[in-house]
């Protein structure tokens, strides 16, 4: 008559695997999470192309409309890294850096600053306002990734000196 069909779990018992192999199985298709990024816009098409290349990426992403919603969102969502647009209605990109910069909590976070301005004032006054890279728009998806990656990596890096 031949071998009576075992059940699953039983041909998973035998195989000396357990439960533990259908648990590494299945998360194997949870993807993970990069990092989680705050993006501070007022142009709807911009914070949309944001969303979509950095979601793309593996990147949980939050965004915002101005300086004003984002600080509050960031009381109950704190960012692994900020891009901002400089040119916003109430407080400009290196205004909301300088806020930031000056709540305790979120003085260690990597700030990108987006502008359509391409001059050395106004890279100086991103610097100075706390801005930890610039970024001209239109800007494009190898820039945009580098520049993330780069930041998160030196983030990691001061976390373990500190640690040390």
Known sequence: MGEPKKSVDSRVESSGQGDSSWLSHITNYIPTIKAA???????E??????????????????????????????H???PDLIITDWNM??????EFIREVRNIPTFRSIPMILLTGLDDVDG?????????????HKPFGR??????ITNLLRLKQREQELTKV
Not at 89 to 94: C, D, E, F, I, K
Not at 123 to 135: F, K, L, P, V
């Open 37 to 43: 990024i705050l993006v501070v816009d007022d142009e």
């Open 45 to 74: 098409a911009t914070l949309k192309l944001a969303r979509v290349l950095l979601e793309r990426e593996g990147y949980l992403v939050k965004t915002a409309s101005d300086a004003t919603i984002a600080l509050k969102l960031m």
């Open 76 to 78: 109950d969502f704190l």
């Open 89 to 94: 209605p109430g407080l400009t990109g290196p």
């Open 123 to 135: 890279r100086q006054q991103g610097a100075e306002a706390g801005a930890n890279a610039y970024i």
């Open 142 to 147: 190898p820039e945009l990734y580098s520049t």
